[in-house]
């Protein structure tokens, strides 16, 4: 059974996880950057969603420090092949100069291979109307180029929120949903990608429960405003499931054993710590001494004869081989590529409350259980994560 799910494959070990434990997964979001990469994916049959990492101008504007190594190399390029600065042409009001930008930019998408989907060059959203006009004008260049070049894929309008309060209240969103529907018809899109590229939604932050209730309703008036294209939401760990079991996006976006958010290309990424799922409670923990005692508190307390005995006891058995990070990363992709089977496995009339089911059986089995680790944080309590995602599903 083919999948709806988008997986955001950055390199060789996502590639490698992809072929492992998601052979139902057909869309996959590449950059032109990573070459050979969309080549060998489009080989196995995959349809690629090609980005051309426009948005980490975003970083450059705001004078963000470090870049990463690969979008600074992209940038100059890209820059090279159009003989412009791109952060000045930005900044300028020549239109023709963003017109060749763009064009540039949606070449390089295509020079190597036939992509099935291409994000329309945009800046992220920012609070105000500061971006309204020049990403107009991008939208206007790749209407243009759509025109002439003959593509025949979906051009995809992305809506990357960077802070919180732009989607809170419909005041804010409402008038970023209507300059969407302006840049989506100048450039002649069919689907829309959006992500709040600020939500970690496995933290459990006391305000979750008002954001994600902020994230259904904007997607609701997402849909409402255009109901005929095809929505992509994401990446996160469990509001994609809640969005997509709810009808409210087409195709949940996924990272592959890690991250779980979305991050503005040319953001400098600092090594995490190593995390494995706790499949019985629909979230994952950080790898340390302290889970393991936590592991070995948790079987004392329950049952053998629970059905979460026997998946937690597997994790204590492996326990050494996750203090590499590599198998912990391939131990939370495994994991996830089962819950999304699963979900798939459903009609989609009846997914939202198997969702729903999921994290309420987490959720009850959590407050069963001591406290996570201090590492945890705000997500010690083991349920947290499962009630804060419940109480969205339906």
């Keep these: 059974m083919q999948q709806a799910t988008i997986a955001f494959v950055n390199n060789d070990k996502d590639s490698g996880l992809l072929q492992d434990f998601h052979p139902n997964v057909r869309m996959v979001r590449v950059t032109p950057d990573s070459h050979p990469l969309p080549s060998q994916l489009a080989s196995q049959g995959r349809l690629l969603w090609m980005d051309p990492m426009i948005d980490g101008y975003h970083l450059a504007l705001r004078g963000s420090g ?21 952060l000045k042409v930005l900044q300028g009001r020549s239109n023709r100069d963003k017109a060749k930008l763009v064009d540039t930019a949606l070449e390089k998408c295509t020079e190597r291979v036939q992509p099935r989907w291409i994000t329309v060059p945009q800046l992220p959203v920012i609070s105000g109307t500061g971006r309204n006009k020049v990403n107009r004008s991008l939208a206007g260049a790749t209407g243009e180029w759509l025109s002439k070049s003959g593509f025949a894929g979906k051009l995809v309008l992305p809506l990357v929120f960077t802070h919180q309060r732009q989607i809170r209240i419909k005041t804010n969103y409402g008038p970023k949903i209507d300059v969407a529907k302006k840049c989506y018809a100048d450039a002649g899109a069919s689907a829309l990608w959006a992500v709040d590229a600020t939500l970690e939604d496995q933290k ?9 209730q902020a994230l259904v309703n904007f997607h609701k008036d997402l849909r409402e405003s255009f109901p005929e294209a095809t929505i992509a939401a994401g990446p996160y760990w469990g509001m994609n499931l809640v969005l997509w079991a709810r009808k409210l996006c087409d195709c949940p976006a996924v990272t592959l054993g890690r991250g779980f958010q979305y991050s503005v ?3 400098f990424l600092k090594k995490g710590k190593a995390r494995i799922a706790i499949p019985p409670l629909r979230r994952w923990a950080i790898v340390s001494p302290d889970l393991r005692k936590w592991l070995d508190k948790t079987l004392k307390a329950l049952s053998p004869q629970d059905p979460a005995y026997g998946e937690l006891s597997v994790l204590r058995k492996r326990y050494q081989d996750y203090l590499a990070k590599d198998a912990a990363v391939r131990q939370v992709a495994e994991f996830y590529s089962e819950w999304l089977r699963r979900l798939s496995a459903f009609p989609a ?4 409350l198997a969702l729903y089911q999921d994290f309420s059986s987490g959720f009850v ?5 001591p406290s996570m680790p201090e590492a945890e944080r705000s997500a010690r309590r083991p349920e947290r994560v499962a009630e804060q995602l419940m109480l969205h599903c339906l």
Excluded: I, V
């Design 66 to 86: 470090k870049l990463a190594k690969a979008w600074d190399s992209y940038r100059a390029s890209l820059e090279g092949e159009c003989g412009l600065d791109g």
């Design 204 to 212: 459990g932050t006391r305000n979750f429960p008002q954001r994600f």
């Design 265 to 267: 290309s040319g953001t």
């Design 365 to 369: 089995l959590g407050r069963q259980l």
């Design 349 to 352: 009339a009846g997914r939202a």
